[in-house]
């Protein structure tokens, strides 16, 4: 049976929701803000407490998480620089602090919960099969995603294992795809976000494999020092794509050795989309795979994730 995405116009929609939540929240801001100075005693303008082009960098910003890198994380802090760098930028903040403190809140709960906002089915190819599991409990809840499952077993009952995890998740700090994957990689070492989600994995393999029982809560992902970009080729597949790609040591710290004992590795790959999806595929191989010397990229299996 073939696992069944959602029409594509669905996806597109889904991913315009986050856009506008933050618009609503600079909306409902700049309402607020009006509501109170109607109210109040002193009769200053929005535009006024905010700045000249205090809601044209609001909106700018918006636009600006389509195209930049990092989006929001980025954004953020450098239109806060920039309205201090002038006395007279200081002396507007001094006086409008909790006015336009109040714009900066809104959009930035706004766009963190539209982290919330549903994602489309993770990338499933049909030589795959059904997946194994479609649901990963130890995954975090935020930001929102979903995670398929396969369990690879050698046809000869060998030691080529290998546990496969194709996942769809929301980026809410970006819209764009230039530099999406490379960010969420870094954010994702950065917090330590993938150790949870590989916690499925490891339990997987160490039912699959023989020697010394895997414990999920002694593990480490150690990054190898490799190329961050691979380009996948295959002219019967119809791809030639270079993707961002990390390649991690998996491991135990049940060992003698103060830095653990290697019982496998992890292949990451990530392609990100318009509207701040990332599709990622994980490989997860034990020690003794042939695969790590002579394949460490996966090439069959991405590629056929890739040609979907």
Request: net charge negative.
């Amino acid at each position: 049976m073939t696992v069944e995405n959602p029409p594509p116009f669905m996806s597109q929609l889904w991913d315009l929701v986050p856009t506008m939540m933050v618009l609503i929240g600079l909306f409902v801001a700049v309402w607020w803000l009006q509501r109170s100075f109607e109210q109040g005693e002193s009769k200053v303008a929005v535009r006024t407490a905010l700045g000249p082009m205090g809601l044209e960098s609001a909106v700018g910003c918006l636009v600006l998480m389509w195209i930049l890198p990092w989006g929001f994380f980025l954004l953020v802090p450098g239109i806060l620089i920039l309205s201090y760098l002038s006395p007279a930028g200081r002396a507007a903040w001094a006086e409008h602090r909790i006015q336009r403190l109040t714009l900066v809140v809104c959009m930035t709960a706004m766009v963190l919960i539209a982290g919330f906002v549903p994602v489309s089915e993770p990338v499933a190819p049909e030589e795959w099969g059904e997946p194994l599991l479609k649901e990963n409990a130890n995954a975090p809840i935020y930001p929102a995603s979903e995670q398929y499952t396969w369990l690879m077993l050698p046809e000869d009952a060998g030691l080529d294992v290998e546990i496969v995890q194709s996942i769809t998740m929301r980026l809410p700090y970006q819209y764009g795809p230039i530099g999406a994957a490379s960010s969420a990689f870094d954010l994702s070492e950065l917090i330590g976000m993938e150790q949870g989600r590989l916690r499925q994995a490891i339990e997987l393999l160490d039912q699959q494999t023989p020697g010394p029982s895997l414990d999920p809560d002694e593990m480490e992902m150690v990054p190898i020092s490799s190329e961050s970009k691979h380009r996948y080729l295959s002219t019967s597949a119809d791809v030639d794509e270079s993707v961002e790609v990390r390649v991690y040591e998996l491991r135990s710290l049940l060992s003698s050795s103060k830095e653990g004992t290697r019982v496998g590795e992890v292949l990451c790959v990530a392609t990100p989309t318009f509207g701040g999806e990332l599709q990622m595929l994980v490989v997860v191989r034990p020690i003794l795979h042939p695969g790590l010397s002579s394949d460490r990229f996966a090439e069959s299996l991405v590629i056929e994730w890739l040609a979907v």
